[in-house]
């Protein structure tokens, strides 16, 4: 994850999507895979940490490419606290204009299409490729169990 010369820490994840549905779920058209995406709607971003916000569960061929996995990738921020955060911003359309600096720009553009980021983006289309794979022989029925009541009287 690089460090940017103005000091932010930009990392990449793949939260998104889900590694292990189980065979209780529903199934994908063949070659497809299964991802959630927030309902911005509903809530849009930037999202802080604080606050939670409504998914929606979508699915999606699998990426043959590394360009065409960024869709399905967050882009994350160190905190001062040295956890990451996602505020929403999906790698397809990062960084927006402005966003960051020219030295910014050169750093991240480096590390996304270099070695680390390109091989960040090739494990991604692997466990899409793997799922899309588990989700043929799904149920085609979620399973869900109930929490125990922790309400107090």
Not at 90 to 98: K, R, T
Not at 108 to 122: A, T
């Amino acid at each position: 994850m690089p460090l940017l010369p103005s000091g932010i820490t930009l990392g990449v994840g793949c939260q998104a999507i889900p590694k292990d549905l189980g065979v209780n779920w529903f199934k994908c058209p063949e070659g497809h895979f299964w991802y959630k995406r927030p309902d911005e709607k509903i809530t849009p971003p930037p999202y802080d940490g604080t606050n939670s916000f409504l998914e929606d569960w979508v699915h999606a061929p699998v990426p043959l490419t590394t360009e065409e996995a960024m869709p399905y990738v967050y882009v994350l921020y160190r905190r001062q606290d040295d956890r990451f955060q996602w505020r929403g911003e999906w790698l397809c359309d990062f960084p927006q204009e402005g966003q960051l600096d020219a030295a910014d720009l050169k750093v991240w553009n480096e590390w996304i299409h270099g070695e680390p980021g390109q091989s960040f983006l090739k494990k991604v289309i692997e466990i899409c490729e793997r799922q899309a794979e588990l989700n043929r022989n799904c149920s085609g029925v979620a399973m869900y169990s109930s929490l125990p009541d922790v309400t107090s009287d």
